[in-house]
């Protein structure tokens, strides 16, 4: 192939065969494919995964499938790279069997499973509520001789906290050999409050402070949110004007929580004046935060103050 007079080699190749997948002219890419076989080049592994990668990203999984058996056919060696690029894109269009197909796959190919082949499976399996398919993964890890980081204990714990399986959860924990990062103290803090938990939730969140990992705003608003739950209202309002005094910017989620929990508690007033406090700082309602209100307004009866902020919202959209 000739380029404007320049003779182009593998590497000049595997650009334009990436460049023409992010642009979704996947037929280009092949045609460049061809190109390579014809000049006579070793197309690589870069070759090979970046196209497989873009059919993926084209939703054509069924052909990336076909492809990879013709590679494999044809005595073409693959990567780990090209087994996870097929892996997660199963995962993403809901072929979970067939996922599971590549990836016991892979070693009878010659290609051993790294961590981030399990990790692309643990955390395909956490999001659709298979914990346990997850769980049996992470064990083979272990007898593998694999170990474990921080994605793979991340997925699983926000697994098994989205499920309710708390004490699992904590076991993980405990047992871990990577540290944590908030994301995944968030999701534990999340399920303890929301199953009532308050106190271990708090000394939990004092013992990440005390590690030096600093809490997030989603940490805050996790915490605001289950004190409110837990009808410790004191507690939430405390913790929310001292986030403002400390100068936190507070964004509507966070804000919208500790409205909802004033209504909540049917203090209507504390509400109405979060709500002008919040424009005040700068951050604009949202739909969630003025339906929160309306409806507990509705609910009270107290439907000249609800159909006033219904006009404003509806005043603000135009």
Do not use: W
Request: charged share 25%; proline share 2%.
């Amino acid at each position: 192939m000739q380029l404007n007079g320049i003779f182009s080699d593998l590497f000049t190749f595997n650009i334009l065969i990436n460049c023409f997948s992010q642009l979704g002219q996947i037929s280009l890419s092949f045609a460049v494919f061809a190109t390579i076989l014809k000049k006579g080049y070793q197309p690589d592994a870069i070759t090979f995964n970046t196209l497989i990668k873009g059919l993926c990203l084209k939703g054509d999984i069924d052909e990336a499938l076909h492809f990879h058996r013709d590679l494999l056919a044809r005595g073409f060696r693959l990567d780990q790279v090209s087994y996870r690029i097929l892996i997660n894109g199963l995962f993403k269009v809901g072929e979970v069997n067939k996922a599971k197909d590549i990836f016991n796959a892979m070693a009878q190919n010659g290609v051993a499973p790294d961590v981030r082949s399990y990790n692309i499976m643990i955390n395909g399996f956490c999001k659709i509520k298979m914990v346990d398919e997850a769980v049996n993964l992470f064990n083979e890890m272990i007898c593998r001789k694999i170990i474990p980081d921080k994605i793979t204990y991340t997925s699983l714990i926000d697994g098994l906290c989205k499920l309710g399986k708390i004490e699992y959860a904590l076991e993980f924990v405990d047992d871990r050999s990577q540290p944590l990062d908030i994301y995944t103290y968030n999701s534990i803090l999340d399920a303890l409050f929301k199953n009532h938990r308050v106190d271990e939730a708090i000394a939990l969140l004092t013992k990440i402070e005390e590690k030096g990992i600093q809490p997030d705003m989603h940490t805050y608003t996790i915490h605001i949110h289950g004190l409110c739950i837990g009808e410790r209202l004191e507690d939430a309002r405390k913790v929310f004007e001292s986030l403002l005094a400390k100068g936190y910017n507070l964004n509507v989620y966070t804000y919208t929580v500790m409205i909802k929990g004033f209504c909540n508690g049917g203090l209507f007033d504390e509400a109405l004046t979060m709500l002008s406090k919040m424009e005040e700082n700068g951050c604009i309602p949202n739909d969630k935060t003025y339906e929160t209100i309306i409806l507990s307004l509705f609910k009270k009866g107290e439907n000249n103050k609800a159909e006033k902020l219904i006009h404003e919202m509806i005043e603000r959209a135009d």
